[in-house]
């Protein structure tokens, strides 16, 4: 391999890629996903809650007071197995792909740090569709058990959701809401990625320096700014996401996505897309920080 190739296939540093980095990338974005998991699940949980609620009116405090009062303050962190091994293996993906397509870019654009910003979209979207796809029935196992409660508790953990679904309805029960997830995830993570890297970029160019020299209070706001991006635009499609994998299992209400928008405009109007939409901000900022921080430290140490 010539010098000149080698240059052209580095990240935005100029060291060279390592055969193993694909490697390198899965370990951090799974490091990435367990930070994002513990620092955003209470958050993620108060939401689920929020968006099955049966009265419209219902508020966070309410869905807080709820889970301490008749539940514990571990019901903060129902269904967190699945998550953990799930969101960090989606995490993975996510950071992997899009290392990679950020690698193709920069091969062809004959250098590192000249990416568009079409370009990191791109490569943001195509992280986001691979990760669709283990990303839908993990959330859908993890939704039915933070709703449950310890009265009327039917599935024992994770594997024990799945197991039902496949018995009601197969793959396409399992995979129930999938439309929603890959349409949330290839347009969420095209902005979100996009709106980490240009913030690095313009830190770097305006400052001088690589990005390992980025410091890491800036890493956690631009991870957190990142993560508003990705709710304050993709929100109402995680919505109906959620209304989908919540429905009566076996009994479906909805029959597809444009069925759920329909009923939430027509009982709850346009603030019904928005339902949950509070925790969710509030989770934005610290588990996306924390996932942005965790996935460049962790590279910084092991390159």
């Not at 370990?27 to 209470?42: D, E, K, M, R």
């Not at 939430?264 to 509030?282: A, D, N």
């Given at each position: 391999m010539t010098q000149e190739t080698e240059i052209a296939l580095t990240l935005d540093d100029p060291t060279p890629v390592s055969r193993n980095?694909?490697?390198k990338d899965i370990?951090?974005?799974?490091?990435?996903?367990?930070?994002?998991?513990?620092?955003?699940?209470?958050f993620d949980t108060t939401k689920v809650r929020l968006q099955s609620a049966a009265?419209?009116?219902?508020?966070?405090?309410?869905?807080?007071?709820?889970l301490l009062k008749n539940e514990g303050p571990l019901a903060f962190y129902k269904g967190t197995l699945l998550p953990l091994i799930g969101i960090g293996a989606c995490v993975s993906i996510q950071f992997s792909v899009n290392e990679s397509?950020?690698?193709?870019?920069?091969?062809?654009?004959?250098?590192?740090?000249?990416?568009?910003?079409?370009?990191?979209?791109?490569?943001?979207?195509?992280?986001?569709f691979a990760n669709g796809f283990l990303a839908s029935p993990i959330e859908h196992a993890r939704i039915r058990l933070q709703?449950?409660?310890?009265?009327?508790?039917l599935y024992k953990g994770p594997l024990d959701v799945l197991k039902h679904l496949n018995q009601v309805g197969g793959i396409k029960a399992i995979y129930r809401g999938f439309g929603p997830t890959l349409l949330?995830?290839?347009?969420?993570?095209?902005?979100?990625?996009?709106?980490?890297?240009?913030?690095?970029?313009?830190?770097?160019?305006?400052?001088?320096?690589?990005?390992?020299?980025?410091?890491?209070?800036?890493?956690?706001?631009?991870?957190?700014?990142?993560?508003?991006?990705?709710?304050?635009t993709c929100?109402?499609?995680?919505?109906?996401?959620?209304?989908?994998?919540?429905?009566?299992?076996?009994?479906?209400?909805y029959k597809?996505?444009?069925?759920?928008?329909?009923?939430?405009?027509?009982?709850?109007?346009?603030?019904?897309?928005?339902?949950?939409?509070?925790?969710?901000?509030?989770?934005a900022a610290p588990a996306n920080a924390a996932t942005f921080l965790a996935f460049e430290w962790t590279m910084r140490l092991i390159n």
């Open positions: 980095q694909a490697l370990f951090a974005g799974t490091i990435g996903g367990v930070a994002q998991v513990l620092v955003g699940q209470p009265d419209p009116k219902t508020t966070p405090i309410d869905v807080i007071r709820s397509m950020k690698r193709f870019f920069n091969y062809i654009n004959e250098g590192p740090n000249k990416m568009t910003s079409s370009q990191y979209f791109s490569a943001g979207a195509a992280a986001g709703i449950q409660t310890s009265a009327d508790a949330r995830e290839s347009v969420g993570m095209g902005i979100y990625f996009t709106t980490f890297e240009l913030l690095v970029q313009n830190t770097m160019r305006k400052n001088n320096i690589e990005r390992n020299q980025v410091e890491s209070w800036k890493l956690c706001t631009f991870g957190g700014l990142a993560g508003y991006s990705i709710w304050l929100y109402p499609v995680d919505v109906i996401k959620s209304k989908m994998q919540t429905d009566v299992l076996g009994a479906w209400k597809n996505s444009m069925d759920v928008a329909r009923d939430i405009l027509k009982t709850q109007g346009i603030r019904g897309l928005f339902v949950g939409f509070t925790p969710t901000v509030l989770r």
